[in-house]
């Protein structure tokens, strides 16, 4: 399962990452720092749809039971 502050922390990681190859002229660490970005905001969008879908099933599973129904 996906962490989103797992995700956070890789994203600023590629902010500095990048930021550090901006500096110092380095093309292939600044695009790394990029993609380290880009996997970490995949990785707290892939959170985020899991923490929707619980809850959505919790919201299901509470109307069944509001209206005497089995979940």
């Known amino acids: 399962m996906a962490d989103d502050l797992e995700g956070k ?8 990452k990048e930021g550090v190859g901006d500096l ?6 600044k695009e790394e720092g ?22 959505a099933e919790a919201r299901r599973v509470a109307a069944r039971r509001a209206k005497g129904e089995t979940p």
């Not at 922390?9 to 590629?14: D, E, N, S, Y």
């Not at 110092?24 to 660490?29: E, F, N, T, V």
Request: aromatic share 0%.
């Open 9 to 16: 922390a890789k994203h600023l990681g590629g902010k500095m």
């Open 24 to 29: 110092l002229g380095d093309r292939r660490m």
């Open 34 to 55: 990029r993609l380290d970005q880009m996997e970490g905001a995949a990785e707290q969008d892939v959170s985020r749809a899991q923490d929707a879908v619980m809850e």
